[in-house]
């Protein structure tokens, strides 16, 4: 069985810093095109976050986390992280991991497989 097992989260003052982990199972990350990190805030559509190309290692940000957020994966922990810094009240959300059905589909797929979600607040 497929499954994304997300941790880390919280509450953290602006300024701070988070780190998530989403652990799989049931499959391996390994050599997967695209792993997607999303985040949807209340009242607000899910958006993308970050994309990991697990088979040649580059990375994409959305404009707004870039130089602050790094997504990375390690392979022998079947593992993706994405760690969080300098965080504004604005990227309180809940986050999401997912990865395609397909392990070469794109970034731009649609995502078949999702983590349970973790909650990160920001306070001002």
């Known amino acids: 069985e497929v499954q994304l097992v997300q941790s880390g989260g919280g509450l953290v003052q602006a300024g701070g810093s988070l780190r998530l982990t989403c652990a799989a199972s049931?499959?391996?990350?390994?050599?997967?095109?695209?792993i997607g990190w999303f985040r949807q805030a209340p009242g607000k559509e899910r958006e993308a976050v970050s994309c990991i190309n697990n088979s040649d290692g580059s990375t994409s940000y959305t404009e707004s986390v870039k130089g602050r957020f790094t997504a990375s994966s390690d392979n022998a922990k079947n593992t993706v992280y994405l760690q969080m810094n300098s965080l504004k009240p604005e990227d309180t959300a809940v986050y999401y991991c997912?990865?395609?059905?397909?392990?070469?589909?794109?970034?731009?797929?649609?995502?078949?497989?999702w983590g349970q979600g973790t909650q990160v607040t920001v306070s001002s």
């Open positions: 049931g499959f391996t990350f390994d050599g997967y095109y695209a």
């Open positions: 997912a990865v395609p059905l397909s392990p070469w589909a794109p970034c731009s797929a649609r995502y078949d497989y």
